[in-house]
Every structure is written in structure tokens, then in C-alpha cells.
């Protein structure tokens, strides 16, 4: 291998040499593709682990990005703590507001439940939005839960729902669709959106959990 194309590569990014080696002996020995592999490399990465799209990866991965820095592991940390850190809004109208309900999915590990923390399974709906389909939350309650009984849908804190119980929301929602959409455009597709997010959340979570942000 070439020591000089090895020196170009690392002048260019802080790699150990066995590393740089290996990068420049999987591209023949080009220094610019084995850059370009590195950082393709690393979006890839980021999106399997955050399942995000290619183009948030690529943008939150250069934010953090430091030729000079030589543990790259800390970048590629920090992007995908970042982009877990961003709640998917679904809204009918205002996806700026503060205030509302966060829905994200667990599962059973042990004694306890596990939250996801991948981006897609995190959301928050706005307390406008969510006032309309309110009614089929709390006419569950009082609800028995593994953590014991809820008398009430709390608007200010956690609430609890397992698989069976929620699926059971759904289909009261579903079931009155046409009367909570009447002559709402932007509300039917809001709906529309809620409802597959739940659908695909139901096929994995065990517990479904609405945090209040009143």
C-alpha cells in the first residue's frame, strides 16, 4: 500500500492507520472515494440506527462532523442522539404549539416496560387536535394497568394503555370517523395520519403510553 496515499487520507481525516488502510484497499487506492465511503459509511449507520430518512441523517451527521477530531464515534453518537431526540409532529394545524399530549410505544422487558426511542415512535399531537378524540381516551377509565388502577385520563402527566385497551380507542375512533370529521379537510388527514401511526405502533408496542403537557 501506498505510504503516501496513506498520509493524504489521514492529513485529511484523524484515522488509525490500520483503518485508513483498509478504506483505501476496499476503493483501489482512491484517497477521495475512501473518504467518501468513510462518510457514507457513517449516514448509513446513523439511519439504520435512528430509522430515519438518508437526507436528516446526512444533514445532523455533517452538524456534527470534525475532520480533526479523531474519535468519530463521538460524533456519530451525538447525530443520533440528536435526530432520537426529535418528536414527529402530527397535527391538523399547528405544528409549532407547546402544549398537548407525547404518544410513544413500550415493550415488556422483565418486570418492567422498555420504551422505543427511534424517532418514528415518538409523536406529539396538539392539545387542539387532540381535545376531538379525547372522549374515546377517557371513556375507558377507570382502567386497570400493570403499575395498578387509574381512575382517570390524567391531562398532566402519564397515561397507560395496553395493547388490547388502546386497539379497543382505535375502534371506537374508526368507528365514528365520519361524524368526528365532518366537513374537515385538514382534520381528516390528520386523522388519517394519527390512525396508521397507530396501527404500525400497535404491531409492536405492548404498552401505549399519552404523556400530558398541560
Known amino acids: 500500500m501506498d505510504i503516501e496515499k496513506i498520509k493524504n487520507l489521514r492529513s ?47 444533514m445532523t451527521y455533517w452538524r456534527f462532523f470534525n475532520p480533526k477530531q479523531t474519535d ?10 440528536n435526530i432520537n431526540a426529535t418528536i414527529t409532529v402530527i397535527s391538523s394545524h399547528d405544528p409549532h404549539s407547546k402544549i398537548g399530549f ?4 413500550e415493550t415488556q422487558s422483565g418486570d ?31 382502567l386497570q394497568i400493570p403499575y395498578g388502577m387509574e381512575d382517570s385520563f390524567d391531562y398532566c402527566g402519564l397515561n397507560w394503555f395496553d395493547n388490547g385497551t388502546f386497539q379497543q380507542i382505535i375502534n371506537n375512533i374508526k368507528a365514528n370517523q365520519n361524524h368526528i ?34
Not at 482512491?30 to 457514507?40: G, L, M
Not at 366537513?183 to 399519552?210: C, G, K, R
Request: net charge negative; with cysteine; charged share 15%.
Open 12 to 58: 485529511q481525516l484523524a484515522l488509525p492507520i490500520g483503518y485508513a488502510q483498509q478504506l483505501l484497499q476496499q476503493n483501489q487506492g482512491n484517497v477521495q472515494k475512501s473518504i467518501q465511503a468513510y462518510h457514507q459509511q457513517n449516514i448509513a449507520r446513523i439511519c439504520q440506527e435512528t430509522e430515519c430518512e438518508e437526507s436528516l441523517a446526512k
Open 102 to 105: 407525547i404518544m410513544w410505544g
Open 72 to 81: 468519530h464515534e463521538h460524533c456519530i453518537a451525538k447525530a443520533i442522539k
Open 181 to 214: 370529521c365532518v366537513d374537515n379537510l385538514d382534520y381528516q388527514q390528520f386523522l388519517q395520519h394519527l390512525l396508521a401511526w397507530w396501527d404500525e405502533l400497535l404491531s409492536y408496542a405492548q404498552m401505549i403510553v399519552v404523556e400530558g403537557t398541560l
Open 112 to 142: 418492567y416496560y422498555q420504551p422505543f426511542i427511534a424517532r418514528k415512535h415518538v409523536i406529539f399531537v396538539p392539545s387542539d387536535d387532540f381535545d376531538i378524540i379525547l372522549p374515546y381516551f377517557k371513556q375507558v377509565f377507570p
